[in-house]
């Protein structure tokens, strides 16, 4: 596994500011090997669709992974025909590989990715990305196995999809339902941080990623789909699973052994309410009610013991009476110690006075059961008896433990002389609103895209490549390229160095998206 430095741990989640700039907001990376026939058409109704729904700037990109037949052709013709689609090429073959170099070099705030059959309805693409500009998850997948989802597809495939989630669910613990939907997005703050720790550069790739990112606390937002199989797909599903398999056993055996650095991906939320000092609100009380049930627990069974032993010599309600004054000292100072914290012996007789008065009415209750059992029916089953202190019993924990809390041990808090005193913020660290920023926002504005003034037929940006339209003030360039090599093999000494713009309005202000 990686375990190189990453560039830092991740900013707090901040929704995208609406306004204009010049970067689109999503970049829709679409990895192609040998596709020559279905990918014209698969960029066409993309385009269609991103130009017909998704009110932001965006870019389709091509990643051309090592193809051999005429898929770079169709690729550099797209790319010359329409305005929002790039192309780049890369020497060497993998799925992952072409989306950690895509993904790395992209300005985009947000990137995803789909399978270029589109087997998945582009319906689902902006509820994909919506939680990622609004800040709310940090990645978003596709799911055919939710309940909502509507899915076409053979038994065979049906079957090897559930099977391999299941495998990720009980060999890596794994809680997102569909690993492998080619149908996929992230924030880019996010990749940045992520992509040096994913190994694989094939199909494993996107699930190294989400386990990478689950085990890290990040949030995963899932999306029903609909999607319909492809029958002329070109993935080989014995060699792919194989590959899958082999990846299950690496990742797990370094979470197992701890070398993956996850600390890293911790992201300190810009508004977590576990970081808020609200009043009123009490403490450590889920450790606490953690730490009563056990103690309560293990009275109850001390108190059942004690009063099967009384019983055999003594009536019902004596019976009842020592093994819960018995059992009330014991458990008092149990929780004393282990629930409350309360260490020493100063206040102890106090405590244990206190808890007698607890104790009366826990006595109170269960003895009042007994006396309505008694009533209802003159000579009781030791088995009913046993049953209805049981149920006393839990009333009576329920209202102990509030009276300990409130009233046998309360947090009454540190002295004012020994409370230390408070840290003025630094402003340039919080929001107007007080929240905890970590990093200022590194995106721009979200660039709006109105809708374009259609003068040539409904035909778009249709100028040859490297001659701008006719009035639209762009200037012919050559799209600059890079090592794709040594950015898929993690050898840069940058993951995230930018690209020269491939497109002239990328980031020319005088254009009007």
Not at 294 to 323: D, E, K, M, P, W
Not at 463 to 479: E, F, I, L, N, Y
Request: a positive charge; one cysteine or more; charged letters at 20%.
């Amino acid at each position: 596994m990686r375990t190189d430095s990453s560039p830092g741990t991740l900013p707090a989640r901040e929704h995208l500011p609406a306004g204009d700039a010049g970067t689109p907001v999503l970049d829709v990376v679409i990895p192609v090997h040998n596709e020559e026939k279905d990918l014209r058409p698969c960029v066409l109704r993309l385009h269609e669709h991103l130009t017909r729904t998704f009110p932001y700037a965006f870019r389709i990109t091509i990643a051309d992974n090592a193809s051999t037949d005429t898929t770079p052709q169709v690729a550099a013709r797209l790319e010359a025909e329409i305005d929002e689609v790039t192309n780049f090429r890369l020497e060497q073959k993998g799925r992952g590989r072409a989306l950690r170099t895509v993904w790395s070099a992209s300005q985009a705030p947000i990137l995803a990715y789909m399978d270029v059959d589109l087997s998945t309805d582009l319906n689902a693409l902006l509820p994909l990305v919506a939680p990622l500009i609004s800040g709310h998850s940090d990645l978003a997948i596709g799911s055919r196995l939710a309940r909502a989802s509507r899915v076409v597809r053979g038994p065979k495939r049906e079957f090897i999809s559930r099977a391999y989630n299941l495998i990720l669910r009980g060999s890596l613990q794994a809680r997102f339902s569909d690993a492998q939907c080619g149908f996929k997005a992230i924030r880019r703050d996010v990749a940045q941080v992520l992509l040096p720790l994913v190994e694989d550069t094939g199909w494993f790739f996107d699930t190294e990623m989400l386990v990478l990112a689950e085990r890290a606390g990040l949030r995963i937002h899932e999306v029903p789909v609909d999607w319909v199989d492809d029958p002329d797909s070109t993935v080989h599903i014995v060699r792919t699973a194989t590959e899958d398999l082999r990846g299950v056993w690496r990742v797990g055996r370094a979470l197992a052994t701890g070398s993956l650095p996850l600390d890293r991906l911790t992201r300190p939320f810009g508004d977590d309410p576990r970081d808020r000092e609200i009043q009123d609100v009490p403490k450590g009380l889920a450790r606490q009610l953690v730490g009563f049930c056990v103690v309560g627990g293990l009275s109850t069974l001390f108190y059942l013991l004690l009063y099967s032993v009384f019983r055999q010599f003594s009536g019902s309600q004596i019976a009842n009476a020592l093994a819960l004054l018995v059992s009330a000292v014991a458990n008092t100072a149990a929780n004393r110690r282990l629930t409350f914290g309360v260490r020493g012996r100063g206040g102890a007789v106090r405590h244990q006075a206190q808890g007698l008065v607890v104790f009366g009415i826990g006595l109170a209750l269960t003895s009042g059961s007994l006396a309505a059992l008694n009533a209802a029916t003159s000579t009781p089953a030791h088995s009913t008896e046993l049953a209805v202190l049981i149920a006393a019993n839990l009333a009576a924990t329920v209202l102990r433990f509030l009276l300990f809390r409130a009233w046998v041990f309360p947090d009454r808090g540190e002295p004012a002389a020994d409370r230390p005193q408070q840290q003025i913020p630094a402003p340039h660290l919080y929001g107007a609103r007080g929240q905890r920023t970590a990093v200022p926002h590194q995106y721009g504005a979200l660039p709006q895209r109105p809708i374009p003034h259609r003068n040539d037929g409904g035909r778009q940006g249709a100028a040859p490549h490297g001659h701008a339209p006719h009035g639209t003030g762009r200037t012919s360039h050559t799209p600059a390229r890079f090592r794709a090599g040594e950015a898929a093999d993690g050898t840069w000494k940058d993951a995230t160095a930018p690209l020269q713009p491939v497109r002239p309005h990328d980031t020319d202000s005088r254009d009007p998206r």
